[in-house]
Nanobody
Framework: QVQLVESGGGLVQAGGSLRLSCAAS????????LGWFRQAPGKERDIVAS???????YYADSVKGRFTISRDNARNTVDLQMNSLKPEDTAVYYC?????????????WGQGTQVTVSS
């Protein structure tokens, strides 16, 4: 029922910044855990960051101190601010969601947006 659409990807030089945004439609996501995942060519899809309904956050060790996840329940969006980007951050980034009570795993996914970081 909930649909997720990412935007904001692009090409940036190492050390630069990008801000990804994910817009949800269909229903409010106030009671959903929201996350960002990424998948590089030939690699598994890994979690980057997540944010609970309470505002509590989780970050992968590789992005701690550089990325910030945030949500705006009034706008029904979740953003990922990416600073000090490195070439190894290059990947397709996906927005995902799971209900706080009904889902153990992320089961709602966006289409993905490409992020490319050049040296």
């Amino acid at each position: 029922q909930v649909q997720l659409v990412e935007s904001g990807g692009g090409l940036v030089q190492a050390g630069g910044s990008l801000r990804l945004s994910c817009a949800a439609s269909g229903r409010t996501v106030s009671n959903y855990v929201l996350g960002w995942f990424r998948q590089a060519p030939g690699k598994e899809r890994d979690i980057v960051a997540s944010i609970w309904w309470s505002g509590d956050t989780y970050y992968a060790d590789s992005v701690k101190g550089r990325f910030t996840i945030s949500r705006d329940n009034a706008r029904n969006t979740v953003d990922l601010q990416m600073n000090s980007l490195k070439p190894e951050d290059t990947a397709v980034y996906y927005c995902a969601a799971r209900h706080r009570d009904y889902s153990y795993a992320y089961d709602l996914w966006g289409q993905g947006t490409q992020v490319t970081v050049s040296s």
